[in-house]
């Protein structure tokens, strides 16, 4: 089997996840090589900006209503290698632990809802933000960063206490690594350099931060709520139903092994879905891990 045919295999067998890492990465190929035969055939190799321009997502809302495909297309659309780089990392890393915490079904739902989100975001504030006026008329959005971040928030939310290991940090919870990717960006803001992708990125955070709401507490995505909730109190924190149950008194000393012994459990449950991911769970391990996320 060639390399060409191990890849295509992989392609049609892979899962989402991998499809999409492909898909970025061939479309990254697919521009490099444009402007490389440019370069050949004597053309301005900066011309490549105006082919991007056609798949990228205008400021200015008069381009976007000729080029309405520029929502879908810009989320898979880049031209500079770290910038594909880090966002395919972080699709993986993110990716693949959505798909063990949350499931696969849900991670392209996530990752369109994301880019669409950031696209938004960034169309209202480059023509509703007096600070943004002037950069509107030649501001172009492309790249993944949005629909990567609307699947980290997802997962930061669904499971804030899941950690992962960060080289020269250790064990760090997806909540503070949800909330440190938003606060850089919101502090990025000012610098101008990428100030239309930090407006996307927080876009794509908001509404993963929504749906894995919705899915920590089995609501359907965008229903209304009813009643008043501290947002610093609730920031990545499940949603659970209210519950009434009665029980004997226990001494502290049988409260505390009752705790150690549930907390051995969950970090059984936690450590088994580290090695084989969340659909090898029981149904009662999975009932467990959910009692456990709401207590």
Do not use: C
């Not at 007096?130 to 980290?152: D, E, K, R, T």
């Not at 955070?205 to 709520?225: C, D, E, N, V």
């Not at 659970?240 to 001494?251: A, C, D, G, L, W």
């Amino acid at each position: 089997m060639t390399i060409i045919d191990e890849i295509k295999d992989s392609f049609k067998n892979g899962s989402i996840l991998t499809r999409l890492i492909y898909i970025n990465i061939a479309i990254f190929l697919i521009f490099r090589f444009i402007q490389l035969f440019m370069v050949m055939a004597g053309i301005n190799p900066n011309a490549i900006q105006e082919v991007l321009a056609i798949f990228s997502v205008p400021s200015d809302p008069l381009s976007l209503i000729i080029k309405p495909w520029t929502f879908f297309s810009y989320m898979f659309l880049h031209f500079h290698f770290f910038h594909l780089l880090f966002n395919i990392l972080y699709l993986y890393w993110f990716g693949k632990l959505f798909m063990q915490l949350i499931g696969e079904k849900l991670l392209l739902k996530t990752y369109i809802l994301g880019g669409l989100a950031g696209a938004v975001l960034y169309i209202i504030a480059y023509n509703f933000v007096p600070g943004f006026y002037n950069q509107s008329a030649s501001s172009i959005l492309l790249g993944a960063s949005a629909s990567v971040m609307a699947i980290l928030f997802a997962v930061a939310k669904f499971a804030p206490e899941h950690t992962i290991y960060l080289l020269f940090f250790g064990q760090v919870k997806l909540k503070y690594i949800a909330l440190i990717a938003f606060i850089i960006d919101l502090i990025s803001i000012p610098t101008m350099n990428n100030t239309g992708g930090h407006l996307a990125h927080i876009g794509g955070a908001l509404i993963g931060y929504i749906m894995g709401s919705r899915w920590s507490s089995h609501q359907p995505l965008f229903k209304k709520t009813s009643g008043n909730r501290d947002i610093i109190s609730t920031l990545f924190k499940r949603s659970p139903s209210m519950k009434v149950t009665h029980k004997r008194p226990v001494t502290d000393m049988e409260y505390n092994k009752q705790k150690a012994r549930e907390q051995k459990e969950v970090d059984r449950i936690l450590e088994k879905i580290k090695t084989s991911g969340y659909e090898s769970l029981t149904a009662a391990e999975k009932k467990r891990l959910f009692d456990a996320s709401k207590e």
